[in-house]
C-alpha cells in the first residue's frame, strides 16, 4: 500500500508561482510512475504532468507546457514547480502513483493505481 500526501497549494496572484510537494510513504517509492492531475469545480479531472520511476521521462499536458516542471528526488517526494500561473490554473490538484519498471509515464488518471487527497491552488486575476 502506498499513501500520498500533498502539500504547498494556496493562494496566488495571476503570473506568480508556487511549488506542489507529493511525499510517498509505505513501499519502495522508487518502482512507481508518477502523475499530477487537477480537477476544478463542475469539470473533469484532467492531466497535467506524468514522470517515469527514474525520472529520465517526463510528459505534460500542452495547457501547462514551458510553464510547469514536474521532478522527483531520491527520496519519497515528487514536485511539480507551477510558475507563470493562470486564473484557469486554480483547481484542486492530486498526485497519484503507478508501480511501473518500465520507465513509462503514464497520463490517464485510470492506469494509476495510488491517489493523494489533494491540495488547492487558486490564481486569482
Known amino acids: 500500500q502506498v499513501q500520498l500526501v500533498e502539500s504547498g497549494g494556496g493562494l496566488v496572484q495571476a503570473g506568480g508561482s508556487l511549488r506542489l510537494s507529493c511525499a510517498a510513504s509505505?513501499?519502495?517509492?522508487?518502482?512507481?510512475?508518477m502523475g499530477w492531475f487537477r480537477q476544478a469545480p463542475g469539470k473533469e479531472r484532467e492531466f497535467v504532468a506524468a514522470i517515469g520511476w527514474s525520472g529520465g521521462r517526463t510528459y505534460y499536458a500542452d495547457s501547462v507546457k514551458g510553464r510547469f516542471t514536474i521532478s522527483r528526488d531520491n527520496a519519497n517526494t515528487v514536485y511539480l514547480q507551477m510558475n507563470s500561473l493562470k486564473p484557469d490554473d486554480t483547481a484542486v490538484y492530486h498526485c497519484?502513483?503507478?508501480?511501473?519498471?518500465?520507465?513509462?509515464?503514464?497520463?490517464?488518471?485510470?492506469?494509476?493505481?495510488?491517489w493523494g487527497q489533494g491540495t488547492q491552488v487558486t490564481v486569482s486575476s
Open positions: 509505505g513501499r519502495t517509492f522508487s518502482s512507481y510512475a
Open positions: 497519484a502513483a503507478r508501480r511501473d519498471y518500465s520507465g513509462s509515464y503514464y497520463t490517464n488518471w485510470g492506469q494509476y493505481d495510488y
